[in-house]
């Protein structure tokens, strides 16, 4: 009978539990989304319907507030252009963004927020904050201070 290798570091090591951590955390934040009263009907039901996933919310975090190429954003989000091009078509569709002429280059385009968009982009606000309030209420303060500063220097380097 041949020993098979002891596999249990890989429920434990720290690139799983960050995967499982914003699974968990982006669940949450788009389940508050869904819930928020300032949010518009349609989109509050496509993200109750969990019509919007994980993937729209990279234009959410990335999307700058004057506006951004596809090439801009896609890179934020380490997405390929053709990904990032699918999701920023479906959110045209459901109105969060639209797309228009870049006045630096006539021939570019640039992705900026609609008004709802910016109404969803605050009710995100929202619920990230009430997230992270609840990640600290479960850990306590101070661990959840120290992780998120070994995150942003882990992240910056």
């Keep these: 009978m041949v020993s098979l290798p002891d596999d249990r570091w890989r429920g434990g090591h720290l690139g799983r539990l960050l995967g499982e951590a914003l699974r968990r955390f982006d669940a949450r934040v788009l389940h508050l989304m869904a819930h928020d009263a300032e949010v518009p009907l349609a989109l509050s039901n496509l993200a109750a319907r969990q019509q919007v ?6 234009i ?5 507030l004057r506006g951004s190429r596809l090439t801009e954003l896609a890179q934020a989000a380490g997405m390929s252009k053709q990904a990032m091009g699918d999701l920023v078509a479906q959110c045209e569709a459901w109105g969060l963004v639209r797309r228009e002429s870049d006045p630096r280059d006539a021939r570019a385009r640039r992705i900026v927020f609609t008004p709802d968009g910016l109404l969803w982009l605050d009710a995100f606000r929202r619920a990230v904050a009430q997230a992270e309030a609840e990640f600290a209420a479960q850990v306590g303060q101070e661990v959840a201070t120290v992780v998120a500063i070994g995150l942003e220097a882990y992240a910056q380097a």
């Excluded at 996933?53 to 990279?58: D, I, K, S």
């Excluded at 959410?60 to 700058?64: F, I, K, V």
């Design 53 to 58: 996933g994980a993937a729209h919310v990279h």
């Design 60 to 64: 959410t975090r990335h999307l700058s």
